[in-house]
């Protein structure tokens, strides 16, 4: 295998930081990899590996329903992961936390559950043009149901939000407000506290996908005075499988549950049932035991280097990228916003994206390709995709290099 340098980063001893992850000491076609793609998931530390052992040859059982010994460490286990994830974000409550199977899963909770409680036909459902798949479709579903209409604040060439077309879109029709933070496959950061201000001024509640942020940015859903947020523990270092939606009290006590069966109930005859409190009015059946727990243990990690020293890494390392890609004759960045974070897409020339992706796969550089699950992003721009870069506090400035060389080496092949 051949050895790469890594340039020392300045905030983040990245070089240690490295050898908590094996998948990332793990080569690709013999060469050290480049992994490039952790808008699409992260890899794991060790800790989080071991987290999941732990757990299934330790105190694996199944939780709130036991006496026994081990249900009781399992549930207290899974429970004080509810009391991690509420810290994380500064929930006033921990029952304002709801474990799901992830982002898309708790956005179709709440298009679901909300939907049937509070949308009327001629009713309005506000979200955005860079939505990904997860929070259009739930809400198109929701709003075919009950009559409502899908509304989108538009974007601009810079992969921006139009501020002053989400003004004039906040009418008294919308009943919810869904955007994301950052999107997926811009980069770009939205106003969401401008966004969250203005719909609340208004008497509407606003969900924010919290997908590509979490991992990112310090998120105080406190401070943010977000109704709703959503997002996977697979992007933050955590497994697949898990995810958090955290809601309002007030807004979570007025909805349906979204899905029947165990756990979620009070009590059950024939003739009604009544429903459990919060959260688990939300969580029904056995749910991801090890995932929370082990999602818990992921929040422990990041918090152990520090959101905020991850931010700063993450963005002098994307300011690196940026500089050195725009260098690039012939390439040009989809979406440029004034504020990004995470991701960077791109196209070069008249390359395929697919074609560049293989090639750049070929030299161990894993990047993503085409639409992101965002088509109505690459409709806009006209374009079947693009390759995103998407970067994560482990990337290094050598990294980024080899993406570079790699860029090259395709345009040498393919222009
Ligand atoms: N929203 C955004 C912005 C995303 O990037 C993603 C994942 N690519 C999702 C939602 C969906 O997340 P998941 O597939 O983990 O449910």
């Not at 919060?278 to 029904?284: C, G, H, R």
């Not at 931010?311 to 004759?329: F, G, V």
């Not at 998407?390 to 860029?407: C, K, P, Q, W």
Request: net charge negative.
């Amino acid at each position: 295998m051949t050895k790469r340098a890594v340039i020392p980063d300045p905030v983040l001893d990245i070089e240690q930081i490295r050898k908590d992850f094996p998948l990332l000491q793990t080569p690709v076609y013999g060469k050290p990899l480049v992994y490039l793609d952790n808008a699409a998931t992260t890899q794991k530390p060790q800790v989080v590996l071991e987290s999941l052992y732990n757990y299934y040859t330790r105190y694996n059982s199944n939780v709130h329903r036991g006496v026994h010994f081990l249900s009781q460490q399992a549930t207290e286990a899974y429970e004080q992961a509810r009391k991690k994830v509420a810290g994380f974000i500064n929930a006033r409550h921990e029952h304002e936390i709801i474990f799901t199977k992830g982002t898309t899963n708790s956005i179709n909770l709440v298009a679901s559950s909300f939907g049937k409680k509070f949308l009327q036909p001629g009713d309005e459902v506000l979200i955005s043009a860079m939505e990904h798949h997860s929070n259009i479709v739930p809400w198109q579903m929701i709003c075919e149901e009950r009559g409502a209409a899908l509304k989108v604040i538009p974007i601009n060439e810079q992969g921006e939000l139009r501020m002053e077309a989400f003004d004039e879109l906040l009418t008294g029709k919308v009943k919810i407000v869904a955007v994301t933070y950052i999107s997926n496959s811009l980069g770009t950061v939205n106003p969401i506290a401008e966004i969250i201000n203005k719909a609340h001024a208004a008497g509407i509640p606003v969900l924010i996908d919290g997908a590509q942020a979490i991992q990112h940015v310090p998120i105080d859903v406190r401070e943010l005075d977000a109704d709703f947020f959503a997002f996977s523990g697979h992007k933050i270092y955590g497994p697949t499988g898990v995810g958090i939606l955290y809601g309002k009290e007030e807004w979570l006590n007025e909805m349906p549950p979204y899905e029947g069966g165990g756990d979620m109930i009070k009590n059950v005859t024939f003739a009604k049932t009544t429903y459990n409190e919060l959260p688990f009015k939300f969580e029904a059946g056995t749910p991801d035991i090890a995932g929370g727990i082990v999602l818990g243990t992921a929040l422990d990690y990041v918090q152990q280097i520090g959101i905020t020293a991850i931010r700063r890494a993450e963005e002098e390392l994307i300011q690196y990228a940026y500089n050195r890609l725009s260098a690039i004759s012939s390439l040009r960045f989809i979406g440029d916003a004034g504020h990004r974070s995470g991701a960077i897409s791109f196209l070069v020339g008249d390359i395929h994206p697919f074609d560049m992706g293989e090639i750049l796969d070929k030299q161990s550089i894993a990047v993503r390709t085409g639409h992101h699950c965002t088509q109505p992003v690459m409709d806009f721009f006209n374009i079947p995709g693009t390759v995103r870069a998407s970067f994560a506090f482990y990337n290094t400035r050598s990294e980024v290099d080899l993406l570079v060389e790699g860029i090259e080496k395709a345009k040498r092949m393919l222009m």
